[in-house]
């Protein structure tokens, strides 16, 4: 694969790029994904916030922090093909 321009986008990370791979001309756009998780991470940690906040004492914290890291790591791998 050829690289004609490959370009940074903004601050976050994403690159524009054009290639030439096998006679074809590819144009592509890549974005980090643990930028894209960033909100979706942000929401499962809201979601526990609240279910601690509904349960008295904090030994839910050792149940359910686990849980949140599993849920960010299973969405992670889920949108990273792996």
Do not use: H
């Amino acid at each position: 694969m050829k690289s004609i321009v490959s370009t940074p986008i903004g601050g976050d990370g994403a690159v524009a790029s054009l290639d030439v791979d096998n006679g074809n001309l590819v144009a592509a756009v890549s974005f980090p994904i643990a930028k894209f998780l960033t909100p979706i991470d942000a929401l499962v940690d809201s979601a526990v916030a609240k279910i601690e906040g509904l349960i008295p004492g904090d030994w839910d914290k050792a149940i359910l922090d686990p849980i949140a890291a599993g849920l960010k790591a299973e969405i992670a791998t889920l949108l990273s093909g792996g």
